[in-house]
Nanobody, 121 residues
């Protein structure tokens, strides 16, 4: 089947940087949009960044100018570069993607298992 595996989370001081990675594997035919979401304790999951198959990006105002999403289509991988991190960025970050498997004629949505990002001094 298809799996999304995230890496790169951890503890960082305010003002620091982290880079998250998410690799898709399995019987992949094609990948549509890819994105990152986050969920803090007691809050709903929210979109952090998204990128289309053509490279168009989208960010909420809360992270615009600080976070950058990119993708390597050859590696089926999406990245999230996070700079100038703030305590309010603390959350579990999830990778999300629309993927069409081999021998399938439709896309399905997949989620990674999540990676913890903690911003604290």
């Amino acid at each position: 089947q298809v799996q999304l595996v995230e890496s790169g989370g951890g503890l960082v001081q305010p003002g620091g940087s982290l880079r998250l990675s998410c690799a898709a594997s399995g019987r992949i035919f094609s990948i549509n949009a890819m994105g990152w979401y986050r969920q803090a304790p007691g809050k709903e999951r929210e979109l952090v960044a998204a990128i289309t198959s053509g490279g168009r990006t989208n960010y909420p105002d809360s992270v615009k100018g600080r976070f950058t999403i990119s993708r390597d289509n050859a590696k089926n991988t999406v990245y999230l570069q996070m700079n100038s991190l703030k305590p309010e960025d603390t959350a579990v970050y999830y990778c999300n993607s629309g993927i069409r498997q081999r021998f399938s004629d439709s896309y399905a949505e997949y989620w990674g298992q999540g990676t913890q990002v903690t911003v604290s001094s």
